[in-house]
């Protein structure tokens, strides 16, 4: 059973458009992470949001987590190459380990 | 500061051998986990440990063992190395609460099992 699930899976896109990845639940999450991992390396955390309705943004990136807190998007305008990667969501219930999703993996080409 | 080390980043094994994955943190970090990542199917959970001296197993244990002597390291030990044990492996840290500082994780361990 996948607790989260990540839409698209693969999205390739051309620099300077925008898009929406998802991440959804049917559980409720105390907290939910954005991470996004390069070729070679390991996933880097990009945002945590923890109150349903938040919206965080980090320049052109901009996270919201659900009203019931069972779902979170990204929404990156303006893509660009530097953007590609594989982005992950990871979701906490409490004190428990985080459950992370199979990520979509973004590819902006110049 | 340095974060998550992880060592070897590439090893090539034939079946049956053993090897160990090392990992050391110097955030003072009690949290640890080993995951293994394969193509399309997202991070899968292999051990954790909630500090020195205590370790439990996540997901898919099967094959793996792990030790937690102190806080800084937490070694991934393969014994009988198999094909299925293909796979990049990380390991992560975390800070208390983890659910609102997130993973910090290392590079990585490419290993093919051949």
């Known amino acids: 059973t996948q607790l989260l699930k990540q839409s698209p899976q693969f999205l390739s896109i051309q620099e300077g458009e925008n898009l929406t990845v998802y991440c959804n639940s049917s559980?409720?999450?105390?907290?939910l992470q954005w991470y996004r991992q390069e070729p070679g390396e390991g996933p880097v955390l990009l945002v945590t949001?923890?109150?349903?309705?938040e919206v965080k943004k980090l320049k052109r990136l901009t996270f919201q987590f659900g009203d019931a807190r069972k779902d979170s998007s990204l929404h990156i305008t303006a893509a660009q190459p530097g953007d590609t990667g594989l982005y992950l969501c990871?979701?906490?219930?409490?004190?428990?380990?985080?459950?992370f999703g199979k990520g979509t993996k973004l590819t902006v080409n110049p | 500061n340095a974060g998550v080390t992880q060592t070897p980043k590439f090893r090539i094994l034939k079946i049956g051998q053993s090897m160990t994955l090392q990992c050391t943190q110097d955030?003072?970090?009690?949290?640890m986990y080993w995951y293994r990542q394969d193509p399309g199917m997202g991070l899968k959970l292999i051990y954790y440990?909630?500090?020195?001296?205590?370790?439990d197993k996540g997901e898919v244990p099967n094959g793996y063992n792990v030790s937690r002597s102190t806080t800084e390291d937490f070694p991934l030990r393969l014994e009988l190395a198999a094909p299925s044990q293909t796979s990049v492996y990380f390991c992560?840290?975390?800070?208390?609460?983890?659910?609102?500082?997130?993973?910090?994780f290392g590079s990585g361990t490419r290993l093919t099992v051949v």
């Open positions: 992560a840290s975390s800070y208390i609460p983890r659910e609102r500082y997130g993973y910090t």
């Open positions: 440990s909630v500090g020195a001296g205590i370790t």
């Open positions: 559980s409720v999450f105390s907290s």
């Open positions: 949001v923890v109150t349903g309705g």
């Open positions: 990871a979701g906490a219930k409490g004190s428990e380990k985080l459950v």
């Open positions: 955030m003072n970090h009690n949290y």
